[in-house]
């Protein structure tokens, strides 16, 4: 047991004699979350060894959440818990997706001693909490989406981080965050790793510290400003800012979403190859370097009577791709172009976006909704062996997701979803794409 695990479990202990008290137990909710997930993912090209060419997993997993209330006093204390299970329903080493040594995992599930797929996975995340005025701590296991650290919740289990976190809400308006992360579990893991970033040697160079703080000012209604700064130790500096704002003009609702994200290094970045980013560095032997990134994009949405309209522009200027927290077992970044199948961040790259959806709910189907998004990045230059393997090259993705929730009778809250996308580009040593989820999902109160 960890030394983080541990700090909680006594803590825990110590709440365990104060459970009785009014608010801990009264104000406790506990839900168990299913979700069936399947996924195929083909790579087009050939030339490639079988695994690498086409995965396909299905399994059904289990996510039990409990939320405690707080003891009563001046300072109170509550726990939360989830449980996670992943359970192999279909897979097989031809299609697990593990072609190499180096990856954490395969397509959906952690890979065994014999390159096949788990027969099932679990974990057990404990965080405990303290809460005083509008201010409140929380140590253990975490889930933040934030600009600079998100998790991901795009498989069958969703990705946790281990660290504490301080939320404070003390001021009208405006919230203060601030926290720092030591460990990550991947959404195929049941094992907390250290931190990366994409580019880095796998397992080789990592960080156990992440330190982030920012905060969200509501200036209106309608207006939202925010900055935050993130570091991960011997990797990156991240600062951002943010502008969101909605606007009534006529029938519908203009809504205006606007970042800023300066990426510098941090420590071995600067010299040590094992922690280098990639990028189009044309000195190096393999195109990588330091961090060193300029990342601007603005996204605009119009809604109206269930339609939404969107268009926006990206611009990742730099020697280095845009970086986040990624060990290469799936991860999220806070990008207007953090897609299905891929990011759109790569050093120099400019993309431009179209996206429509429709919510059924005004044609008297609620529930059902349905949309589409179009990517399309160029200027992407890259190096291998110290010589321009891609000169001004693009890539292109679709993606098309159509979800129903039922609203009534027996089954109400039964969430049935289709996620379909499609990858195209023509950068050196890199694979087209095609892509299918199909998901079902259910919640069920427990507390």
Avoid: C
Wanted: cysteine-free; charged content about 20%.
């Amino acid at each position: 047991m960890n030394k983080s695990t541990l700090a909680v479990a006594v803590a825990v202990g110590l709440l365990a004699q104060q459970a009785g008290a009014a608010g801990f137990i009264e104000d406790s909710k506990a839900t168990l979350k299913l979700r069936n997930f399947y996924i195929n993912n083909d790579n087009r090209d050939s030339g490639t060894p079988k695994n690498a060419s086409y995965q396909e997993e299905w399994g059904q997993g289990f996510q039990l959440d409990f939320t405690s209330g707080f003891t009563q006093g001046t300072v109170g204390f509550g726990v939360d818990a989830i449980g996670l299970l992943g359970v192999r329903l279909d897979s097989g080493k031809g299609r697990h997706g593990n072609p190499t040594s180096s990856n954490y995992g395969g397509t959906v599930f952690p890979t065994d001693s014999d390159g096949r797929a788990v027969n099932d996975f679990s974990s057990l995340g404990l965080t405990a909490k303290a809460k005083i005025s509008q201010t409140e701590l929380r140590y253990g296991t975490l889930m933040p989406k934030l600009p600079v650290i998100s998790y991901n919740d795009g498989r069958l289990l969703p990705q946790t981080f281990e660290g504490g976190q301080i939320t404070s809400n003390e001021f009208k308006d405006l919230t203060l965050i601030g926290g720092q992360i030591e460990h990550v579990k991947g959404r195929n893991s049941s094992n907390n790793e250290q931190m990366s970033i994409g580019g880095a040697s796998a397992r080789t160079a990592n960080s156990n510290k992440f330190i982030y703080a920012g905060g969200d000012y509501k200036v209106t209604k309608d207006l939202l400003l925010q900055y935050y700064y993130g570091n991960l130790d011997k990797f990156y500096k991240q600062n951002f800012l943010g502008l969101v704002h909605n606007w009534s003009i006529g029938p519908g609702v203009l809504k205006t979403d606007l970042r800023y994200f300066n990426s510098r290094d941090d420590g071995k970045n600067a010299y040590d190859p094992a922690y280098f980013s990639n990028g189009d560095y044309s000195s190096s032997v393999n195109g990588k370097g330091k961090v060193s990134n300029n990342l601007y994009s603005g996204l605009f949405l119009y809604t109206v009577e269930g339609h939404t309209f969107g268009g926006g522009y990206q611009v990742s200027n730099g020697s280095s791709d845009f970086p986040w927290l990624n060990q290469g077992d799936g991860s999220s970044n806070y990008t207007i172009t953090d897609m299905q199948i891929q990011k759109f961040g790569r050093a120099g790259e400019r993309t431009w976006q179209a996206r429509y959806s429709y919510d059924f709910a005004k044609v008297g189907v609620p529930g059902l909704t349905a949309g589409a998004v179009y990517l399309r990045g160029d200027n992407i230059d890259t190096y291998s062996g110290g010589k321009q393997t891609s000169n001004g090259a693009s890539e292109w993705e679709r993606d098309i997701t159509v979800a129903y929730v039922v609203q009534e009778g027996p089954l109400k809250n039964l969430g049935l979803m289709w996620k379909n996308a499609m990858w195209r580009n023509d950068i050196a040593n890199q694979r087209d794409q095609d892509e299918n989820r199909l998901i079902v999902s259910y919640s069920i109160p427990l507390l």
